[in-house]
Nanobody, 127 residues
Framework: QVQLVESGGGLVQAGGSLKLSCAAS?????????????MGWFRQVPGKEREFVATITTGGGGTSYADSVKGRFTISRDNAKNIVYLQMNRLKPEDTAVYYCAGGALFSRSVEAYESWGQGTQVTVSS
C-alpha cells in the first residue's frame, strides 16, 4: 500500500501555529498512487474515537473541514512532491491530539473510507 509519514507535530502555545506534513510513497496493490488518492487528516485523543479534521480531493480543488477547525486549519497538497499539508493556525488546547494523515479513493469525512494511514504525530497545545 501507499506509505504515509507525518511530521511537524510538537508543543505550541495557544494561539500559535504549526504546519504538519505527510509524505507519501509507493502504490496500493491495485496500482493507485498518491495522485489518485483523496487525502484526509484525522486526530485522536486517548479514550475517544478518531475524528475527522480535513480532507482534500485528488487534484486539490476541493476541501472539507470539521466545524471545530474551519477557518483555522487549511489542508493542501503538492502532487508533484507527493505531500499533503495541514496548516494549523490559532491553535487551542482542545486541538491537542495525535494527528494522522490518510489516503483513499473517496473524498470523505469517514475513517472507513481510507485505506492508508500514517503513524501519527503528536500535537500539544498549552494554555
Amino acid at each position: 500500500q501507499v506509505q504515509l509519514v507525518e511530521s511537524g507535530g510538537g508543543l505550541v502555545q495557544a494561539g500559535g501555529s504549526l504546519k504538519l506534513s505527510c509524505a507519501a510513497s509507493g502504490r496500493t496493490s491495485s496500482g493507485r498512487s498518491f495522485r489518485m488518492y483523496a487525502m484526509g487528516w484525522f486526530r485522536q485523543v486517548p479514550g475517544k474515537e478518531r475524528e475527522f479534521v480535513a480532507t482534500i480531493t485528488t487534484g486539490g480543488g476541493g476541501t472539507s473541514y470539521a466545524d471545530s477547525v474551519k477557518g483555522r486549519f487549511t489542508i493542501s497538497r503538492d502532487n508533484a512532491k507527493n505531500i499533503v499539508y495541514l496548516q494549523m493556525n490559532r491553535l487551542k488546547p482542545e486541538d491537542t491530539a495525535v494527528y494522522y494523515c490518510a489516503g483513499g479513493a473517496l473524498f470523505s469525512r469517514s475513517v472507513e473510507a481510507y485505506e492508508s494511514w500514517g503513524q501519527g504525530t503528536q500535537v500539544t497545545v498549552s494554555s
